[in-house]
């Protein structure tokens, strides 16, 4: 595939990792974008086996924490072709939206959503600069349907499919593509801490293919969506649900 660096929000851990591993694995130098240290710098460690990362600390709800990141990648690598910003996490559960508090509103509107703009928004002009490029942003089935007693990450990641649309248009005629995949179940320590053993249980007996999905599963629809070979792609939200939206 032709992208060369890629730069991978929430790389840390579950989705996000398996996506920066398959593009070491496939030759690309990526950054490993994450605020969380410990973990970051595991993955760098652990993909430097296969080829070229590096772990970049930054927390995504701060611009210009996410200015630098972009920066640091750029002088590292001198291009940026290729971005997933999947980093995200669901906050407050179980409260209706007259229960719920500001305080969740915000972070999670903040994260989820503000997040991915501000990645895309210090993104973008790098990837014009190299002409061109694809944006991945990792919205969910939350971003194209509703689901109850979870509206803030509901509202934030139709919100990220919102933000994905308008940017394909503005920036289709300059080479550069945006997509968003809106995932569902897969296993990753965010919907492992989401679900007890009720809940997944009833997902699980809900589900048309009845399992959980592994990251790398969702890895592959992001490299997908990288690649120059789907170039006539974008402005999507492409399911990767196991046919949960479908019925
Ligand atoms: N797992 C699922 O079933 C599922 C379903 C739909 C959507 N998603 C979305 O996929 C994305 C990845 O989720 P996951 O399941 O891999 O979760 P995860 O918890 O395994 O990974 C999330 C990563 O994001 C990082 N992160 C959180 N806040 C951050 C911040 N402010 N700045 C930088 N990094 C931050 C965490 O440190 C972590 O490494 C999220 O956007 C999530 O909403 C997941």
């Known amino acids: 595939m032709a992208t060369r660096v890629a730069f991978v929000t929430g790389a840390a851990s579950g989705i996000g990792r398996a996506a920066a591993e398959a593009l070491v694995e496939r030759g690309c130098a990526v950054a490993l974008v994450d605020r969380d240290d410990e973990g970051g710098s595991r993955v760098e460690a652990e993909l430097r086996k296969s080829g070229e990362c590096i772990f970049i600390r930054c927390d995504v709800t701060d611009d210009e924490d996410v200015q630098r990141a972009v920066a640091r990648t750029v002088q ?51 990837m014009l600069r190299a002409g061109g490029g694809s944006i991945v942003n990792c919205s969910s089935v939350a971003g194209l349907v509703g689901a109850p007693l979870l509206s803030a990450y509901v509202a934030a990641k139709h919100g990220v499919v919102g933000l994905t649309r308008s940017a394909a248009l503005e920036y289709g005629r300059q080479g550069l593509r945006v997509n968003a995949i809106c995932p569902a179940m897969i ?15 009833m997902m699980l007996s809900e589900s048309p293919m009845g399992r959980f999905a592994a990251p790398s599963e969702v890895a592959s629809a992001v490299l997908w969506l990288f690649d120059d070979a789907n170039g006539f792609v974008t402005g999507q939200a492409i399911a990767i649900d196991g046919g949960w939206t479908a019925r």
């Open 76 to 126: 590292t690598y001198g291009r940026l072709d290729s971005a997933f910003n999947a980093a995200g996490a669901d906050g407050e559960k179980g409260k209706a939206v007259a229960d719920s508090s500001i305080e969740n509103w915000n972070r999670v509107i903040t994260l989820n959503l503000t997040g991915v703009w501000s990645c895309m928004r210090h993104q973008i002009p790098e």
């Open 187 to 201: 296993d990753t320590p965010m919907s492992r801490a989401f679900m007890d053993p009720e809940i997944s249980e």
